[in-house]
């Protein structure tokens, strides 16, 4: 489920108190053709404010300010911030209680935004996020957007990961994400970067490095610890998700829903 309050920056899961099984555990064997993720270190630069009441779906970076695409259903939005001082210059809340606002990308001088489960995007012009200018269908759940130079890149929530036309948004091609391990799913946030889509999954604090030709993981970052325990609010901060990638410095800016705090890291 997309929806789901956790408490704690260290999202604990819990372990199975049963009896020892009878039967030995199921060996997984590699996927074949595929190597091991490499682990990917990262260096915290700075700490910047972030909008706790933001429950962060999509982040980008655009002309040097932050756009953030957020859900929770009524207080879904768009807005542009200066991630620096944290202040939310514009701000327009199109959630209800039927619409949930998903991951967003700009492609063109339009800004693209996902929901989760009503099957509408909403297309705005860069210029002005008050209004949409056109809507289009998307037949399956939203979760994360980016783009490359030509096609919009959409996951579902499943190891999926669509290349569709910005203009008809109909699927043009489709990659299956794996590792050494078989399918990834519950890919979520997205940021393009120099042909490797950047994927969080979700409720992990995991960043997966994916090859866009091909769909396998070569290269995965953790984040545990990343917010401090003292940072976080029970029943209030969630999970990791926002990835946005700063072409200038060739940073990334790094938050989650809910969270007090951005960061930028450099990835190695």
Request: net charge negative; hydrophobic share 35%.
């Amino acid at each position: 489920m997309k929806y789901l309050y956790l408490i704690g920056a260290a999202f604990l899961f819990s372990c199975n108190n049963s009896s020892t099984p009878d039967h030995d555990p199921e060996i997984v064997t590699p996927h074949i053709g595929i190597d091991a993720p490499q682990t990917i270190n990262y260096q915290v630069l700075s700490q910047f404010v972030h909008d706790t009441s933001a429950y962060t779906q999509g982040l980008e970076i655009y002309n040097g300010k932050l756009y953030e695409g957020t859900g929770d259903f009524e207080n879904s939005s768009l807005r542009i911030t200066d991630w620096r001082t944290g202040n939310i210059e514009k701000k327009h809340v199109m959630g209800s209680d039927k619409i949930f606002g998903e991951g967003i990308t700009i492609f063109n001088n339009k800004i693209y935004q996902l929901t989760w489960e009503s099957n509408v995007v909403y297309v705005y012009n860069i210029n002005n996020i008050e209004k949409p200018i056109k809507t289009f269908n998307w037949p399956y759940e939203g979760w994360g957007l980016t783009h490359d130079t030509t096609s919009l890149i959409i996951s579902d929530g499943t190891s999926n990961i669509y290349f569709v036309d910005p203009e008809t948004f109909k699927v043009k091609s489709t990659i299956s994400v794996k590792d050494d391990q078989g399918p990834v799913n519950m890919l979520n946030e997205l940021e393009y970067v120099n042909g490797f889509i950047y994927a969080n999954v979700y409720q992990t604090n995991f960043i997966v490095k994916i090859d866009a030709e091909s769909g396998h993981v070569i290269g995965k970052i953790t984040m545990n610890g990343l917010l401090q325990q003292s940072d976080v609010v029970p029943n209030r901060t969630d999970v990791l998700n926002g990835i946005a990638y700063d072409s200038t410095t060739k940073n990334f800016l790094i938050t989650g829903k809910r969270w007090p705090k951005m960061f930028e890291v450099r990835v190695n």
